[in-house]
């Protein structure tokens, strides 16, 4: 069986991280590890490992958990099994309440119907977790309850199984709430498309339609597949992909992206990516493997609760033990308060404390269009005090224009254009599509030259052969290196850079031909970006740019930013992180994710922004700003800084209730269903606590 022809299972009853445990131990021995792939975040377990979906059934009833294929829609189940916690929740709680009403054998047995009611699951679970030498949180509930019933406490056996069972339906139901916001970002793209073939139009499923396939989306539709408008007017809902509260204006050669909504023009795309490949589904994709890139705060917390549980257990067997080999100490007194303990080395609510906040996060990022790849870059980002921009197409709106052509030696306007425009034709560099547009608009028709032997020159230019002469492109670095400086090139430079403009020079080598000079202006909404980075605590901001010093420091000026590094190459710049990093500790770097991808590298977060499709961004940075849009940067520092505060909040709040409650328990003032209800009910604060970063908005 092949990856692709994985089988999945949705999992039900997967809380936290120890049952997880449970869980991969189990397939580890049924599959092998290379079997299959657990994720938390959707509880969908996937195995590529040639079994039948019996086995994989059984092994997970095994384990204490319950599954089915995810074909099985969950709008097509059952009432029952979709309610099924809560129903036996309900139903043990009415017979405990009924037991306590009786009284006498009566209320014993009711007691004993409301245990094998609501804790049968529980046992289930314990064994499974067992059967892979694992103690958790149902291993301890269940050694409680038999104990309560041993020494005849059997209304507290009872409460401890209600409100037990009570707290894991209540999580269960908040668990799927944060799971949906990622299946719902997952279910956006249509199952169909319509493809345009000669005269007709036929549905096919997203598998069958191919890059380079013409596919027609009407007014009010979805947009199943990434593609080129071909024909067509309209506006496009893209917040689902940008966070763009806006709808974007479409003609041809305009760019749309699966899962985004189609407003009131019809339009024909040509389709540019498999349904695999598309903009929405490695969304997804990066957001279900993020959940592997752990937060250091969740890992210390985990290493925490694997010491804590098993030194609460000790305390546990000493306090059974020893106090009652004294005279005037009751065994049964000892064993209750022992009891009492077991509960309280439940780690459930401090292990839960990191994750839920942190994938609540990275949802809540999602559905504004920004990406973050793991929990440990929101920890990352709440923790940054420096920031460097890229300048070109970050700070600046990426969308230069030529304003100044010179022809030196003889060489007329046209002839400096259209050379450019050739060389250019085939660069990738910001400015190739700024010298198209003004041949173009010029009326110039480059493309009547061939350019041969064409190369980039990183950080430089680009050069080519062109009716077998070598012509170079490029900046003031370049000018140095083929010997193109000159009075009047130099003069011509330095007027063109106290103006903020971008010159690059044309010409053979020692002979400079003309000079090309660009403009761009800074983005929207940019300085009030970076002033509300800085009241929330970014303390120093700096533009890293291969740019000149001149221009760079015009757009440092207008945005208010603190330092200006220019005229750097590649290598440059990630020199310049690594010495930011040094002075400020945590220092996230932002570009377009192309070219700036050593420097992402480099720093300690990398964000990429107004990067919807480009594949580069999305392996290299850390960070995915899916529109062009600097006020997404504050948002995100803040999201991050909010569920950090969070998680603090969460870990306090448990570590606060078992301190409270192991004391309590050591001198004989805590009952077990108290214990019960204090860390079930910690374990639900923190979660609903979490999930308040759901409903985060901009401070």
Known sequence: MSPNDRATYVVSGVC?????????????????????????????????????????????????????????????????????????AGSAGLLTVAGLMAGGPAAVILYASAIALG????????????????????????????????????????????????????????????????????ALSPGRAAVVKADREESLPLEAVAPGDIIMIRPGERVPLDGVVTDGVST?????????????????????????????????????????????????????EAQHARAPVQQTVDRVAGVYTPAVLFIAFLVAAVPPLFPGHGTGEWLYRALVLLVIACPCALVISTPVAMVSAMSRAARNGVLIKGGAHVETLARVTAVAFDKTGTLTAGTPR???????????????????????????????????????????HYDTLAVEAFEALPGRGVRGTIDGTTYYLGNR?????????SPVVDAALEAFAAQGKTAIVLGRPGVPLGIVAFRDGVRHHGREAIERLRRMGIRWTVILSGDTPAASRAIAAELSIDEVRAGLLPAEKVAAVQELKRTHRAVAMVGDGINDAPALAASSVGIAMGVAGTDVALDTADVILMSDDLTHLPYVFGLSRAALRIVRQNIALAI????????????????????????????????????????????
């Open 16 to 88: 936290c991280a120890t049952e997880e445990r449970v869980l991969r131990k189990a397939f580890d021995a049924a599959v092998g590890r290379t079997g299959y792939d657990f994720n938390p975040v959707t509880c969908e377990l996937k195995v590529s490992a040639p079994v039948e979906g019996v086995f994989v059934l059984r092994e997970l009833r095994h384990a204490g958990f319950a599954g089915r294929r995810k074909e099985v829609a969950v709008d097509k189940r059952t009432f029952l099994a979709r309610h099924a916690e809560a129903l036996m």
């Open 477 to 485: 670095r370049l000018c140095d290196e083929i010997g193109f400086r």
């Open 236 to 288: 496009v809902d893209e917040a689902p992909v940008t966070g763009e509260s806006l709808p974007a204006h479409k003609v041809a050669g305009g760019q749309v992206y699966a899962g985004t909504l189609n407003g009131n023009g019809a339009l024909r795309v040509r389709v540019t990516r498999h349904a695999g490949d598309s903009a929405i589904a490695r969304i997804s994709a990066c957001i279900e």
């Open 656 to 699: 606060g209730v078992k301190i409270l409650f192991l004391t309590l328990a050591l001198t004989g003032h805590a009952t077990l269903w108290m214990a019960v209800l204090a860390d079930d009910g910690a374990a639900l604060a923190v979660i609903l606590n979490a999930m308040r970063v759901l409903a985060y908005a901009v401070e």
């Open 119 to 186: 804790g049968w699951r529980i046992v289930r679970r314990a064994f499974g977790a067992l059967r892979t030498r694992v103690l958790d949180m149902n291993v301890l509930m269940s050694v409680a309850v038999i104990g309560a019933m041993i020494i005849g406490k059997w209304e507290e056996g009872a409460a401890v199984v209600v409100l037990f069972a009570v707290a894991l339906m209540l999580e269960s139901y908040s668990n799927e709430r944060t799971r949906n916001a990622l299946r719902s970002l997952m």
């Open 402 to 444: 030529v304003t100044d052509v010179v022809a030196l030696e003889s060489c007329s306007r046209e002839e400096i254009l259209g050379m450019t425009a050739a060389l250019e034709h085939r660069s990738e560099h910001h400015l190739a599509r700024a010298a198209l547009q003004a041949a173009e608009t010029s009326s110039v």
